[in-house]
């Protein structure tokens, strides 16, 4: 591949911004009044170092689907690996974890302190007796340490003291289950809706 190769920005955002990138971008946009598309796209270009700006369809993308982001979590890095992921991985358990958060948040409520093993412990505890699953069964979560993680990353999990002990505790009720983490459902959001209107709040100048 030549030196001088330069990889076609315009076909996914996906490709182009890391989720914390993304967040960056609508957090500008958000508290510059009045800036326009090509002043955005200028930006990202210098902050990024970008060989070429991202297109103003690109921008427009990313603002039309703002709500899909909590900038502020993405920024103070709950939610997110490192600087480099793109996507927030999806849960494969979205009602354990959805009754595993709520069992999370009543303990803060009651200053119950939580380590690591005991989350798990509480995750297996909701298989068993909640949703009735087979501990036998290779569908039955393993709740390893890499689940753990990812698990923390997903719903702001942070470490904190509760009743005079750490533990973990939710910085934020972030919940991953309705969220869209990658363009694709953007662009399905989009073909369902027909062609979408311009963005006039950031208008674009020639």
Partial sequence: MPRYYVPDRSKRLNKNFTLVQKAQIIDYMEKTEGITQVA??????????????????????????????????????????????????????????????????????????????????????????????????PNFPSFSNGWFERFKKRHGLTTDMVGGEPSYVVSQRLHSLNMAHSINQDDQLELSEGKSSFLHLYATQP
């Avoid at 958060?101 to 505890?125: A, F, H, T, Y």
């Fill in 40 to 137: 955005v796209t200028k930006w990202a270009q210098k902050q990024f170092g970008l060989v070429v700006p991202p297109t103003q369809s690109t921008i427009n993308k990313l603002w039309k689907f703002r709500h899909k982001y909590d900038v502020k979590a993405i920024l103070e890095g709950s939610l997110c690996g490192g600087v480099d992921r793109k996507t927030l991985r999806k849960s494969k358990y979205p009602e354990l974890e959805k009754l595993l958060i709520d069992d999370i948040i009543d303990c803060q409520k009651q200053n119950v302190p939580l380590s690591g093993n005991r989350i798990k412990q509480m995750g297996e505890n909701i298989c068993r007796f909640d949703l009735k699953l087979d501990p036998d069964s």
